[in-house]
C-alpha cells in the first residue's frame, strides 16, 4: 500500500512497437528441440530462411528478424504457420502476461486429455478383462494374433483414449508426413497405428496415453524451469517512488527519467540505476555482482537496479532509464546468449537430423527382412519394429542439451558471472593457460601507501604531514595516495606556502617558514644529497615493486614514502584454485618488468611477460594461443580489449556499471572478485559434465532397448514409459546446475 501523501499513478504493460525491426512470438507448445525444429521448417521459409529465426526454450519465445532482402512476413502468416505446426502464437508480452485472456480449454487442454485416456485406458482394460475371464485372459489376447479378438466395447474405449492421447500429436504428425521429415510424432502415431493394424490395442491406447503422459510432464519441467530462470532475472521492482516537491509518487519505472529522484524504503530492491544522494544504508548486490557481503552506501555511491537496500532510507538520483540499467542489459545478454548455441548442443541438433530417419529405416528393416528372408512370424516382427519406433522417440536426447546450458547460463549469472553464450559456457573447462592484466586485475589499480621510512630524526606523522602538504595541490595518483593515508591517520594538512611544481621530478614549498621539497631518486640526485644508505634504500622498495617518493629539506633527507598499486586481497587465493585446476598463469602488463616480478612473486605468477605496449599484448597472446591452444584473458575490458578478442575467452573484470566491459567481453565478471574465475572453471566443467551424463544416459537407455527388441524381451509399453522417465530425469539433471 503506497504511504500516506503517495500519489499511485500505475498504468498497465505498454504494447510492443509494430515498427520494431525483429518480432518475437510466445510459442504454446514449444517444450522440446524437436518442437523448435518443426518451427523452423514451417515459418523458416516464410520469413527468408531458417537463420531469420531465434529461439528462447525455457521462455517459450520465438524472434523472427527483419529478412536481409524481400518482402517481410506479416504478424497473420507468421501465426497461421505456427498453427499448421500445432502449436499456438502470440506476440510477445514482455510482462510475461497474455495479450488476451486464455479459455479454460487453453490453459488446462492438454491435462483434461491426457487425464481422459488414462481413465479411458485403464477402463477399456478393465472392460476386456471382465469380458474376456479375467486379467490373464486379457493380456494374453494380445497375443500377435493368435488369441480372441478384443470385444467390441473394449476397443472402442481403447479407441477413446486413443484419441485422447494423440489429440496434440495427430496435427504433428500429419505435418511431418506431408514435409517427408519425421519427427518423434510421427514415429508415435505410426506406432499406435501399427498396434492397431496388429490388434494389439492395449498397446495401441498404453502408447497413446504414455506419449501424452511424457509430452504433458516435459511441459510442465521445462514451465519449471522458466519459472526458475524468470525468478532469476525478473528482480528490478516495476515502480518507483520518484520525489517531487516533498510528495513520493508511484510511477512505472520504465517512466522515470535520469535525473530523477526516487526513494528506496529498508527492505525494498532498488527500481533503478542511480547515485545515492542522500540517507545512508547496507545493500545487498548480490543479485547483480554475486557479492555475498551487503556494502555500505552513503551519498555519492553508486547502486544498482535489482539490488536490495538494508535498514537506511536511501534517496537516489536515477542515472539510467530502466531499459538501460546495468540489470536489463544482463537479463538481454542472457537472453541473446541462449542463441548462441554451444558445440553439444550443435552436435546433438545435428545428430537428431540423422537419427530419426536411420530409425524409421532400421523399423522398417526389421519389419521385413526376418520374415521375408528367414521366415519369421509377420506379426511378431511388426510388434518389434513397433518397438523400435518408440524407443526411436529422440526427446529425451534433443531436449539433454539446451536445458543444462540454460541452467548453467542462469546459475552463473546469479554468481555475478555473465557468459554470453552456451559456447563461451563450454570454453573454460577446456582453458590451458590464463593471463591477466597487472593494474585493474591483479592489483586494485589505485595506488596506496604501504611504507613510511622517517629519517634523520623525524617522526611518521611529521614526515606524512609535510609532505600531505606538499600533495594537497596536486591531482596526480600518487598524491591521492599520501593525501588519503594522511586523512586516515587524521593528520591535518597545512596549506603549503611559496609552492612549485617541479615537471617530471617534484615538488617545493615553505612549511612553517623552511624550503621543503619532494620528489624521485632523480631529483634528489639532482640535489645532490644522494646516499649509499638511501641508494640502498630505494633500491630494495623498487624491486619490491613500489614507487618511492623522497621528502627532504636543504639541510638533509627527512624521509622516504613508498606508494604501490596494492595487489587484491584474494589474488593469492585465486592463483592457488586456478594452480590446483591445472592451469598455466602468465601475467601481461605494461608496468616496468621490476615492479611485475614483484607482482609476480607476491601472488603465485607462473610467467611474467612486462613493458607490453596493446599491440605487444595481442602479439603475445597469440604465441599463447598456438603454445596451449586455448587461454583466456583477463582484463578490464578497455584497455586490454585486442588482447582479450584474440584469446580463445575474453574475461572483463568489474563489468557491473561498464558499458564496454560488458560490451567487448565473452565473460563480463560484475565484481571485482577474481574468485569467480576458479569458480567460473568449475561451474563449466560441471556443466560438461551434466550435459555428456545427459547424453550419455539418452543413448545408453536406447540401446539398451534395441538389444531388446532384437530378443524379443521389450513391449512398447515398456519402451514409452522408458523414454518418458528418461526425459525427466534429464531434465532434473540439467536443472542441478541452478542449485548450485
Same mark, same amino acid.
Given at each position: 500500500m503506497p504511504d500516506a501523501g503517495t500519489v499511485d499513478? $500505475?498504468?498497465?504493460?505498454?504494447?510492443?512497437?509494430?515498427?520494431?525491426?525483429?518480432?518475437?512470438?510466445?510459442?504454446?507448445?514449444?517444450?522440446?528441440?524437436?518442437?523448435?525444429?518443426? %518451427?523452423?521448417? @514451417?515459418?523458416?521459409?516464410?520469413?527468408?530462411?531458417?537463420?531469420?529465426?531465434?529461439?528462447?526454450?525455457?521462455?517459450?519465445?520465438?524472434?523472427? %528478424?527483419?529478412?536481409?532482402?524481400?518482402?517481410?512476413?506479416?504478424d497473420r502468416e507468421v501465426l497461421q504457420a505456427v498453427a499448421r505446426t500445432g502449436m499456438r502464437a502470440e506476440p510477445w508480452d514482455p510482462a510475461g502476461r497474455s495479450p488476451r485472456d486464455e479459455t479454460f480449454w487453453q490453459r488446462r487442454g492438454r491435462m483434461v486429455l491426457t487425464t481422459s485416456s488414462g481413465f479411458a485406458t485403464f477402463a477399456g482394460f478393465a472392460i476386456h478383462a471382465a469380458l474376456a475371464g479375467g486379467i490373464g485372459p486379457a493380456l494374453g489376447a494380445e497375443g500377435m494374433g493368435e488369441a480372441p479378438a478384443v470385444p467390441l466395447s473394449a476397443r472402442a474405449t481403447y479407441l477413446l483414449a486413443i484419441m485422447a492421447g494423440g489429440w496434440h500429436v495427430a496435427p504433428r504428425a500429419w505435418l511431418a508426413l506431408k514435409r517427408l521429415r519425421p519427427d518423434m510424432?510421427?514415429?508415435?502415431?505410426?506406432?499406435?497405428?501399427?498396434?492397431?493394424?496388429?490388434?494389439?490395442?492395449? @498397446?495401441?491406447? &498404453?502408447?497413446?496415453?504414455l506419449f501424452a503422459l511424457s509430452l504433458a510432464l516435459e511441459s510442465w519441467s521445462v514451465g519449471r524451469a522458466r519459472r526458475a530462470v524468470s525468478a532469476l532475472l525478473d528482480l528490478a521492482p516495476p515502480?518507483?517512488?520518484?520525489?517531487?516537491?516533498?510528495?513520493?509518487?508511484? +510511477?512505472?519505472?520504465?517512466? #522515470?527519467?535520469?535525473?530523477? #529522484?526516487?526513494?528506496?524504503?529498508?527492505? !525494498? $530492491?532498488?527500481?533503478?540505476?542511480?547515485?545515492?544522494?542522500?540517507?545512508?544504508? @547496507?545493500?545487498?548486490?548480490?543479485?547483480?555482482?554475486? @557479492?555475498? +557481503?551487503p556494502v555500505t552506501r552513503e551519498?555519492?555511491?553508486?547502486?544498482?537496479?535489482?539490488?536490495?537496500?538494508?535498514?537506511?532510507?536511501? !534517496? +537516489?538520483?536515477? &542515472?539510467?532509464r530502466a531499459e538501460d540499467t546495468t540489470l536489463a542489459r544482463i537479463i538481454r545478454m542472457v537472453e541473446e546468449a541462449q542463441s548462441r548455441r554451444a558445440p553439444a548442443e550443435q552436435w546433438v541438433e545435428r545428430f537428431a537430423r540423422v537419427y530419426t530417419p536411420a530409425v524409421m529405416a532400421l523399423a522398417l528393416l526389421v519389419m521385413v527382412v526376418p520374415p521375408l528372408a528367414f521366415g519369421g512370424d509377420w506379426g511378431d516382427w511388426v510388434y518389434r519394429a513397433l518397438v523400435l519406433l518408440v524407443i526411436g522417440c529422440p526427446c529425451a536426447l534433443v531436449i539433454s542439451t539446451p536445458v543444462s546450458i540454460v541452467a548453467g547460463l542462469a546459475a552463473a549469472a546469479r554468481h555475478g558471472v555473465l557468459v554470453k553464450g552456451g559456447l563461451f559456457l563450454e570454453?573454460?573447462?577446456?582453458? $590451458?593457460?590464463?593471463?591477466f592484466d597487472k593494474t585493474g586485475t591483479l592489483t586494485t589499480g589505485e595506488p596506496r601507501v604501504v611504507d613510511v621510512v622517517p629519517l634523520n630524526g623525524h617522526g611518521e606523522r611529521d614526515l606524512l604531514a609535510r609532505a600531505a602538504s606538499l600533495e594537497a595541490r596536486s591531482g596526480h595518483p600518487l598524491a591521492r595516495?599520501?593525501?588519503?593515508?594522511?586523512?586516515?591517520?587524521?593528520?591535518? #594538512?597545512r596549506p603549503p606556502e611559496s609552492f612549485q611544481i617541479l615537471p617530471g621530478r617534484g615538488a617545493t614549498a615553505r612549511i612553517d617558514g623552511k624550503e621543503v621539497w619532494l620528489g624521485s631518486h632523480r631529483y634528489l640526485v639532482e640535489r645532490g644529497q644522494d646516499s649509499e644508505e638511501i641508494r640502498q634504500r630505494l633500491d630494495a622498495l623498487s624491486g619490491a615493486g613500489r614507487t618511492a617518493v623522497v621528502l627532504g629539506t636543504g639541510e638533509h633527507v627527512c624521509g622516504v614514502i613508498a606508494v604501490a598499486d596494492a595487489v587484491r586481497t584474494e589474488a593469492q587465493e585465486t592463483i592457488r584454485a586456478l594452480h590446483g585446476e591445472g592451469l598455466k598463469l602468465l601475467m601481461l602488463?605494461?608496468?616496468?618488468?621490476?615492479?611485475?616480478?614483484?607482482?609476480?612473486?607476491? &601472488?603465485?605468477?607462473?610467467?611474467v611477460r612486462a613493458e607490453l605496449l596493446p599491440a605487444d599484448k595481442v602479439a603475445a597472446v597469440e604465441e599463447l594461443v598456438e603454445a596451449y591452444g586455448r587461454v583466456a584473458m583477463v582484463g578490464d575490458g578497455v584497455n586490454d580489449a585486442p588482447a582479450m578478442a584474440r584469446a580463445t575467452l575474453g574475461i572483463a573484470m568489474g563489468a557491473a556499471g561498464s558499458d564496454a566491459a560488458i560490451e567487448t567481453a565473452d565473460v563480463a565478471l560484475m565484481s571485482d572478485d577474481l574468485t569467480r574465475l576458479p569458480w567460473l572453471v568449475r561451474h563449466s566443467r560441471r556443466t560438461l559434465t551434466v550435459i555428456r551424463q545427459n547424453i550419455g544416459f539418452s543413448l545408453a537407455v536406447k540401446a539398451g532397448f534395441v538389444v531388446l527388441t532384437f530378443a524379443g524381451a521389450a513391449s512398447i509399453w515398456a519402451a514409452i514409459a522408458a523414454d518418458m522417465g528418461a526425459s525427466l530425469l534429464v531434465i532434473g539433471n540439467g536443472l542441478r546446475l541452478l542449485r548450485e
Open positions: 499513478r $500505475r498504468s498497465g504493460a505498454g504494447h510492443a512497437d509494430p515498427r520494431m525491426s525483429s518480432r518475437q512470438y510466445k510459442i504454446r507448445g514449444m517444450d522440446c528441440a524437436e518442437e523448435i525444429a518443426t %518451427l523452423k521448417r @514451417e515459418v523458416g521459409p516464410l520469413v527468408g530462411g531458417e537463420e531469420q529465426l531465434a529461439f528462447d526454450l525455457l521462455q517459450g519465445k520465438m524472434t523472427v %528478424l527483419p529478412p536481409a532482402s524481400g518482402r517481410a512476413a506479416t510424432n510421427l514415429l508415435m502415431t505410426i506406432a499406435v497405428l501399427g498396434a492397431i493394424g496388429i490388434g494389439e490395442w492395449f @498397446e495401441a491406447a &498404453t502408447v497413446s496415453f515502480t518507483a517512488r520518484v520525489r517531487s516537491q516533498r510528495m513520493e509518487t508511484i +510511477v512505472p519505472a520504465g517512466e #522515470v527519467p535520469p535525473g530523477s #529522484v526516487f526513494v528506496v524504503h529498508p527492505g !525494498e $530492491r532498488i527500481p533503478l540505476d542511480g547515485r545515492v544522494v542522500a540517507g545512508g544504508s @547496507e545493500v545487498n548486490q548480490a543479485p547483480i555482482t554475486g @557479492e555475498s +557481503v551519498p555519492g555511491d553508486e547502486v544498482f537496479a535489482g539490488t536490495i537496500n538494508g535498514h537506511g532510507t536511501l !534517496e +537516489v538520483e536515477s &542515472t539510467r570454453i573454460p573447462a577446456r582453458l $590451458r593457460a590464463l593471463a595516495a599520501i593525501m588519503g593515508h594522511a586523512r586516515e591517520r587524521g593528520i591535518e #594538512v602488463t605494461g608496468d616496468n618488468q621490476g615492479t611485475a616480478a614483484a607482482k609476480a612473486r607476491e &601472488t603465485g605468477i607462473d610467467e
